[in-house]
């Protein structure tokens, strides 16, 4: 009668210690992969209700910037008028009030750019046209807080922005990718428009790569009461 072959492979005794070291560190690294993305969500939320707890109207920047928070109203159901002049704010000041209910997105929108404005909110490049007028206004903003998700809008999406002088609606034509050394679609432009953008989202270091969308404007709805838009600072 023949013995059973035994067909079980015996392994190294060092692969046998390496292999529970190996599989730990990889279930490790899935594990931080998959909380990523639920923790920079989180973050961007804690930071806007954090925001919208504050009492300070100004406040002194690292640099001395003075930044400055509008109460602006979202809800206003005054009247409105299609033709208005765009009224401008200083270096700082918040201007705008950014939503896009088809990701999510209520953000803040300063004039101005850098850093600390950008741990504030968006931003609306001083190059480009204030909003409501002709022109392309251009808004940036952090992808690790409160543009995280602008890569999901879709084209046929509704973005509004909100001014202490009106109101002002878009509608998503195209989703665009560009170098950071490119400046193609921050030009000025003949007709107006809405230019979003981020970095490309990498988990690790910063990316050389722009996402964002254009939008074109559909509806002008400035306030004839421009006190009834705003409620001062907060």
């Known amino acids: 009668m023949k013995k059973k072959t035994d ?7 060092w692969a046998q210690l390496l ?10 690294g899935i594990v931080l992969l998959c909380s990523i993305r ?38 206003y159901t005054g009247k409105t008028n299609s ?7 200083a270096y700082g000041s918040q201007c705008a009030v950014l939503e896009a209910k088809s990701i999510g997105l209520y953000v803040p929108v300063y004039y101005g750019g850098g850093s600390e404005l950008l741990e504030q909110g968006a931003c609306l490049t001083t190059a480009s046209a204030l909003l409501g007028a ?11 807080t409160f543009f995280h998700d602008l890569s999901q809008l879709q084209v046929g999406d509704t ?3 909100y001014t202490t002088y009106g109101k002002f609606t878009y509608e998503v034509t195209e989703q665009i990718q560009f170098e950071s050394t490119s400046k193609s679609y921050l030009k000025q432009t003949d007709d107006d428009r809405l230019t979003l953008y981020t970095c490309e989202m990498q988990l690790l270091g910063s990316s050389s790569k722009r996402v964002g969308v254009i939008c074109k404007l559909t509806d002008k709805a400035f306030y004839t009461d421009t006190e ?7």
Not at 7 to 13: D, E, K, Q
Not at 19 to 28: D, F, H, I
Not at 83 to 89: D, R, Y
């Open 7 to 13: 067909s079980t492979i015996s392994l190294p005794v």
């Open 19 to 28: 292999l529970p070291v190996l599989v730990t560190v990889l279930c490790a």
């Open 38 to 75: 639920p923790y920079e969500q989180a973050k961007t939320y804690l930071k806007v209700a954090f925001m919208a707890g504050s009492t300070s109207a100004a406040g002194e920047g690292t640099n001395g910037l003075n930044i400055v928070q509008t109460d602006i109203d979202t809800g």
């Open 83 to 89: 033709e208005g002049t765009p009224v401008a704010v």
């Open 134 to 144: 002709s022109g392309n206004s251009v808004i940036s903003g952090h992808v690790n």
């Open 159 to 161: 973005v509004t922005a």
């Open 228 to 234: 009834a838009g705003k409620g001062g600072t907060q």
